[in-house]
T-cell receptor, first 115, second 118 residues
Framework: AQSVTQLGSHVSVSEGALVLLRCNYS??????LFWYVQYPNQGLQLLLK??????LVKGINGFEAEFKKSETSFHLTKPSAHMSDAAEYFC?????????????FGKGTKLSVKP | GAVVSQHPSWVICKSGTSVKIECRSL??????MFWYRQFPKQSLMLMAT?????????EQGVEKDKFLINHASLTLSTLTVTSAHPEDSSFYIC??????????????FGPGTRLTVL
């Protein structure tokens, strides 16, 4: 079965510091992986996606993620945090065995940015 | 870009009443739409998959008679919560796949609907 694990339900960084949000996955087939951001009471916005092309994926708002098959990881990073980055972040995996490609989400990581 | 809207954005209703939530793809055709449910401080859980012109596919544990889904056109899917109870209070989010970009497997999410049942 496929699954997604996000390590750390809450991450706090100072403005200007490195952001690292961790995501590990389990999949018996080559995965399609996604990172989404959710602001309070809003839907999800796609940050970036991995679809078996380049292992280092660049997304919007300065975020990037690196797919590491050997570590089954897809961690999200940003060199310098901004106050506006404070939000909930979800790692997701395409569900091959499910309903026409729905997403399997991790439990989310809340990012706080201190001034 | 691909935009998905939901209406209403929030709704408060009395226990026992029914509530309809609309999900629309505004600038693309969506043969497949997904309905997710998100409890406070938790992740999104898939409730059902909606396909235009056919019956929805429900995930295990989701009552199809309680959560009625209709996908009548390529741009509209509706979720009706029948005889709502306080435990149905949640954040409901829909997503849609662009018919013309099916191979990319990308979903576009609506802004969500906050349902509160008193």
């Amino acid at each position: 079965a496929q699954s997604v694990t996000q390590l750390g339900s809450h991450v706090s960084v100072s403005e200007g510091a490195l952001v690292l949000l961790r995501c590990n996955y389990s999949s018996s087939v080559p995965p399609y992986l996604f990172w989404y951001v959710q602001y309070p009471n809003q839907g999800l916005q796609l940050l970036l996606k991995y679809t078996s092309a380049a292992t280092l994926v660049k997304g919007i708002n300065g975020f990037e993620a690196e797919f590491k098959k050997s570590e089954t990881s897809f961690h999200l990073t940003k060199p310098s945090a901004h106050m506006s980055d404070a939000a909930e972040y979800f790692c997701a995996l395409m569900n091959y065995g499910g309903s026409q490609g729905n997403l399997i989400f991790g439990k989310g990581t809340k990012l706080s940015v201190k001034p | 870009g691909a935009v998905v809207s939901q209406h209403p954005s929030w709704v408060i209703c009395k226990s026992g009443t029914s509530v309809k939530i609309e999900c629309r793809s505004l600038d693309f055709q969506a043969t497949t739409m997904f309905w997710y449910r998100q409890f406070p401080k938790q992740s999104l859980m898939l409730m059902a998959t909606s396909n235009e012109g056919s019956k929805a596919t429900y995930e295990q544990g989701v009552e199809k008679d309680k959560f009625l889904i209709n996908h009548a056109s390529l741009t509209l899917s509706t979720l009706t919560v029948t005889s709502a109870h306080p435990e149905d209070s949640s954040f409901y989010i829909c997503s849609a796949r662009d018919r013309e970009q099916a191979s990319i497997y990308e979903q576009f999410f609506g802004p969500g609907t906050r349902l509160t049942v008193l």
